[in-house]
């Protein structure tokens, strides 16, 4: 049980809280599922970038998953090894392209012909053959959150079928571009397995269309999404995705990469505010909390639920908007929620908050990002500290 009131006291809100030995129990769950298959499981960073959440998982074998230079040098840093690195992203500057090949990852992901031909010009300045990967867009309907939906060709990313094949002749008659891979993510928060799977049979059939034209690749990447409980939703079992996967892939012998993100951390963390004030306006109640959209965007942003615990409070449950400071409408923990009657220094507890919590907030407001906190073994520890004033002006200019 993790001590929310103490952490409270100790570091002040609000404040995210992360519990480590989770995120090890479903690393291993899922790791157990491709037993016994050549894999690799990529951290897909951008769902919880800080560094000691990445170290926890190289520490147990993990690769990374990265979205830009940034996130590149963040597994680099926090010691991912860099033949387990992937870069993917839809657009990819000059800059990161290159820098990316000096590091020498494991693949740059390539989203579009433009990109392919920039990744072989640069490796071409460079003097090496760059490993690279193609996303294919299967044009799936992942049924998720239209925001979070990216494997139907209405989506920006990857590319059709017939684009990719004409990427993989084009790159088997390079000097430059060495193709590893493939790779397909039709979406986040998939709760339903047959759309991965008819992804998965169908970029299987691509590869195996390459090799009969002698292109051999090494990596089978089926990107990330495994969703998670935020409410009662059905999940998928790590058994029966692997089996999903494994299903498309039968006779074929490639390595699979997956990219997990959400499922390793988001019910693995907590965001703890407190409330400011109760009030009622006419009929409607609200909470007002010191936690808000600039810190937990989520809700704001696709309407999304997380549950939310008050805790020591017992009284009757009325439904009420959670409400933070930000001078913006939208700015809401949750709407219409039972809660009982909150007082002054209250605690509530959002659940699930480990997954594209802190990692999209702003300073909205100048607001300070909070402390992050894990939990490890019932020890806590600090692993960012809050963002103060002088923090958030540091890289401001004639003011003075
Ligand atoms: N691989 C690729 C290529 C991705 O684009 C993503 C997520 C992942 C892996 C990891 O997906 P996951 O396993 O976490 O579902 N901000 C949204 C989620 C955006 C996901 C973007 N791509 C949210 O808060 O729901």
């Known amino acids: 049980m993790i001590q929310f009131q103490a952490l409270a006291q100790t570091y002040g809100t609000p404040l995210y ?10 690393f291993e769950a899922l790791k157990v599922a491709f037993r016994g298959r050549k894999s690799i499981l990529a951290y897909a960073v951008k769902a919880n970038s800080n560094l000691s959440v990445i170290k926890h998982f190289a520490a147990q074998g993990s690769g990374a998953d990265c979205v830009s230079i940034g996130e590149v040098r963040r597994a680099l840093t926090a010691g991912v090894p860099k033949y387990r690195v992937i870069f993917s992203g839809v657009g990819k500057r000059d800059d990161e392209i290159r820098e990316a090949i000096e590091h020498d990852i494991l693949y740059i992901n390539v989203e579009s012909e433009g990109e392919l031909g920039r ?21 799936i309907d992942p049924k998720t959150h239209p925001y979070i939906s990216t494997g139907l060709h209405d989506n920006k990313f990857g590319v059709e079928i ?4 004409r990427m993989y002749i084009h790159a088997k008659n390079s000097e430059n571009l060495d193709a590893v891979g493939i790779h397909f993510h039709i979406g986040s928060q998939l709760t339903d397995l047959e759309p991965i799977y008819e992804a998965a049979v169908i970029v299987a059939d691509l590869l195996r269309s390459l090799q009969a034209i002698d292109i051999e690749l090494k990596f089978f990447d089926i990107g990330g999404g495994l969703g998670v409980r935020y409410d009662n939703e059905t999940t998928i079992t790590p058994y029966d995705y692997a089996q999903a996967i494994l299903g498309a892939l039968k006779g074929i012998d490639v390595t699979i990469i997956c990219e997990p993100g959400r499922f390793l951390t988001a019910n693995a963390g907590y965001f703890l505010t407190k409330v400011l004030y109760e009030k009622q306006n006419g009929t409607k109640r609200f909470v007002v909390v010191d936690g808000a959209m600039n810190d937990l965007i989520r809700p704001s942003l696709y309407n999304a639920y997380h549950r939310i615990e008050a805790i020591g409070k017992t009284s009757d449950m009325t439904p009420v908007d959670v409400v933070g400071p930000v001078c913006e409408s939208g700015d809401f923990l949750a709407k219409n929620y039972p809660l009982p009657a909150m007082e002054h220094n209250d605690l509530l507890v959002v ?50």
């Open 17 to 26: 809280v992360y519990d480590f030995d989770a995120m090890k129990e479903q």
């Open 119 to 139: 990744v072989e010009t640069i490796a071409k300045e460079l003097n090496v053959k760059a490993r690279i990967s193609i996303r294919v867009n299967p044009n």
């Open 162 to 165: 017939d684009a990719a094949k």
């Open 351 to 400: 659940h699930s908050a480990g997954a594209y919590g802190f990692g999209m907030g702003s300073n909205y407001n100048t607001r300070g990002r909070c402390a992050e906190i894990a939990v490890e073994n019932g020890e806590a520890r600090i692993i960012r500290a809050r963002e103060t004033f002088d923090d958030l002006i540091a890289l401001e200019r004639e003011y003075l």
